[in-house]
């Protein structure tokens, strides 16, 4: 069974930066497209970034604060986040796919921005 666990989640001051991590278990195929999402109290879902390839794309409102990049050793993706602002406050999910859609998802770690 695939699994995907996200760390690095917690509270963090305005201005300041955290690093999420998803690691994959349960297979030995790399994912070919791995994604980013969060989701805020009371919001849907929304994609944060997305990788494949190698190339990357970001949502607007993270564009130039986050970075996203794989971890090829554990089959996983992270997530380097910059420049947090109170509205990145939410649950951060991390997805992989074996083709362009992500079909397997972590459970989530929690962020929060807040002073």
């Known amino acids: 069974q695939v699994q995907l666990v996200e760390s690095g989640g917690g509270l963090v001051q305005p201005g300041g930066s955290l690093r999420l991590s998803c690691e994959t278990s349960g297979t030995r195929i790399t994912f070919y497209h791995m994604a980013w999402y969060r989701q805020a109290p009371g919001k849907q879902r929304e994609l944060v970034a997305t990788?494949?390839?190698?190339?990357?794309d970001y949502a607007d409102s993270v564009k130039g604060r986050f970075s996203i990049s794989r971890d090829y050793a554990k089959n996983g993706v992270f997530l380097q986040m910059n420049s947090l602002k109170p509205e990145d406050t939410a649950v951060y999910y991390c997805g992989g796919g074996f083709g362009s859609q992500i079909a397997h998802w972590g459970q989530g770690t929690q962020v929060t921005v807040s002073a």
């Open positions: 990788i494949r390839s190698g190339s990357s």
